[in-house]
């Protein structure tokens, strides 16, 4: 697969990393089913054959079962694999979640410490603060953060879910690699509100998280039946009523555009993201999905594709709120 420089400090990855969130529980909680971990792990080693060696996680997937699997993966073999996690959701000493958000120096020198124990680690290559911390300033955060690069724990630093004024912020305290929002055809503020213009300024990487859109861009869900009567997107607005049935109808139109080209709806909106510089990092637990994901790195729009793509689901479409607050 080929490779980009992600922001410009000099990390290279590939043009799609692997989601891992799904691969364990979320503080007791399956997330878009149970998991497997011989078939995560064995997803994972997939991903690495194909080139794809960059892994997305964070503390709270579990809280820690998740880095700890990823270190299980990932043994004997840790200088192939670029790791980025994330930390800010609190987590108690006994590895309960407060879902309190705690960005606080102090904290994230916790934090550090039993990521790198649970990733069986020296050093983790990029780390995200989770969500902002209000009652922390930014800068306070990223110069904490900073430190760790000195001390050789981190080697480049991210932030997630943040706007273009606290982006601007953070990278004038230490420079910003990477930032995380959630990005897909389904969610396209970033185009509005100020965050791709902003990063596209200061050399940044844009990473988009749920760039299926949930689920809704894979084409597979037909119907509100189609989820787990526990599935968290029951909650969220863009998946309940009216609105999930006009979604629909949306991604019919994206189908009909990728079974004239010989692909699936989710390579098609893999690919559109890649084509827009931005790295998706879609999320998958099974091997036939990440070759999926990875194939659509082929892709190559038109920019009478691009346009078409454009007309069915412009950066203003109406398509529901993406809330609640659910971490990436």
Known sequence: MQTKKLGSLGLEIPLVGLGCMGMTSLAGADVYGKADEKESIATIH?????????LDTADLYGPHFNE?????????NRDRYIIATKFGYEIDDNG????????????????????????????????????????????????????????????YIGVSEIDADLIRRAHAVAPITAVQNEVSLFSRDVETNGVLD????????????????????TGELKSPEDMAADDF????????G?????NIELVKELEKMADEKGYSTSQLAIAWLIQKGITPIPGT???????QNIEATNIR????????????????AETGNRSFDFPE
Request: overall charge positive; hydrophobic content about 40%; cysteine-free.
């Open 285 to 291: 637990k099974r091997v036939k999905y990440v070759e």
């Open 198 to 217: 902003t990063v596209n300024e200061l050399g940044i990487g844009l990473v988009a998280y749920s760039p299926l859109g949930r689920g809704f861009l």
């Open 68 to 76: 700890q699997l990823i270190a299980k993966a990932i043994s004997g």
């Open 96 to 155: 309960q979640m407060t879902w309190k958000l705690n960005a606080s120096p102090d904290y994230i020198r916790k934090s550090i410490d039993r990521s790198l124990k649970n990733l069986n680690t020296d050093v983790i290559d990029l780390y995200y603060l989770h969500r902002p911390d209000p009652k922390v300033p930014i800068e306070e955060t990223i110069a904490a953060m900073a430190e760790l690069v000195q001390a050789g724990k981190i080697k």
């Open 242 to 246: 009216e609105q999930f049935y006009k």
């Open 46 to 54: 997939r991903s690495l054959e194909l080139g794809g060696n960059f």
């Open 301 to 316: 729009f038109t920019e009478a594709e691009l346009q078409k793509i454009e007309e069915i689901l412009p950066a203003h």
């Open 233 to 240: 997107r029951r909650n969220i607005p863009r998946f309940q």
